[in-house]
């Protein structure tokens, strides 16, 4: 059989420009008058833009303190109340956040990632009473009942409790300063991803009724606070819990100072945190802090950030100038080559 150009067989693409790869095409050629403003351009702006995050980081104020325990750092080591002292001199400019942090736990661990069931968190029935493989040997507890909610993540949630106070003048009494608790999870996660299962009769307890809480909480879920509109599986500090950390350490926001005479900030004077400390960290080396952060229009403190920019802004102006010295000595040499011939 003869093939014909005329002929279309039954896989013969179209005769268009575009099936046929006739379609004008435009490849730059990048010469050193284009390659080299190009690296110096980018350099600059990666420069700029870098020590712009990095003093910006700079300039947020932090406060924080370790209430491990250990080599004397405070007064608490086991499950008890303590206190941190600490004064300030002038005012500590708002918004001021609140953040805990513990270092050494890691959160990425694989086994630990997936230890949890989203389909229980989102408040199906079937899932409270069947949890999913994966949350063993947080599943069902030793008397045969499911666990709610399951899972490792769950089961090591963080349970230390702060207070602020704040004495205005010296010799005075110590006022309690409002910790803002709400809104401090992820919108995505409090509306979507978490939510309660059905009432039963109007009651929550009656809805996970038949279950049992994870091994380390002292409660059930449906207690975790009497907010209504803030227990269960919607309780803010387990809904920031669950979404964990890539590093080993971590912070994690427990609460805004934004209201009454603390909008604007903590005025100066002397203030007192009154911790609640029952989250064991001594076993795994860990540490723990409080935290007090104002914030900036690119977040929290993260000098990293800005590093990055700078070195990758410094490497292209390196770069740069290594493919000017090339081009001048090989362009000198071309040159002589063309007198020559």
Not at 28 to 51: H, R
Request: aromatic share 14%; with cysteine.
């Amino acid at each position: 059989m003869t093939w014909s150009v005329t002929a279309r067989g039954a896989h013969q693409p179209d005769n268009t420009a575009f099936t046929q790869q006739r379609l004008p095409a435009w490849q730059p050629l990048l010469s050193a008058s284009i390659a080299l403003p190009l690296f110096f351009c980018a350099g600059l702006a990666f420069i700029g833009l870098g020590l712009g995050l990095y003093y910006t980081s700079n300039g947020i104020k932090e406060l924080e303190y370790d209430y491990t325990g250990n080599s004397g750092t405070s007064n608490c080591s086991v499950s008890c109340q303590c206190a941190w002292y600490f004064s300030l001199p002038e005012l500590f400019q708002g918004p001021v956040f609140l953040y805990y942090e513990l270092s050494n736990f890691y959160q990425n661990y694989r086994r630990y990632v997936v230890s949890r069931d989203d389909a229980q968190l989102s408040g199906l029935q079937s899932a409270l009473r069947q949890p999913i493989n994966e949350c063993a040997p947080y599943q069902y507890s030793a008397g045969g009942l499911p666990i709610a909610p399951c899972g490792a993540i769950a089961n090591s949630l963080f349970n230390d409790s702060f207070s602020l106070w704040h004495q205005r003048s010296a010799g005075g009494p110590y006022v309690e300063v409002p910790l803002d608790r709400t809104g401090i999870a992820w919108w995505s996660d409090y509306h979507v991803k978490f939510r309660n299962p059905p009432l039963v009769n109007g009651s929550l307890a009656l809805a996970f009724q038949g279950t049992a809480p994870p091994p380390n909480w002292p409660r059930p879920v449906y207690e975790l606070s009497s907010d209504p509109n803030n227990t269960g599986f919607i309780n803010q500090d387990f809904v920031v819990w669950m979404r964990t950390a890539a590093l080993p350490t971590f912070r994690k926001l427990y609460a805004r100072i934004r209201q009454g005479n603390y909008t604007a900030g903590l005025p100066r004077g002397a203030y007192r945190v009154n911790i609640t400390y029952n989250y064991p960290v001594t076993a795994f080396g860990g540490h723990k802090r409080i935290i007090f952060s104002s914030i900036s229009w690119m977040g929290g403190k993260n000098p990293f950030l800005g590093i990055a920019y700078l070195v990758v802004g410094s490497l292209c102006i390196l770069t740069g100038f290594v493919m000017l010295v090339v081009y001048i000595r090989y362009q000198d040499q071309n040159d002589d080559d063309d007198d020559e011939e």
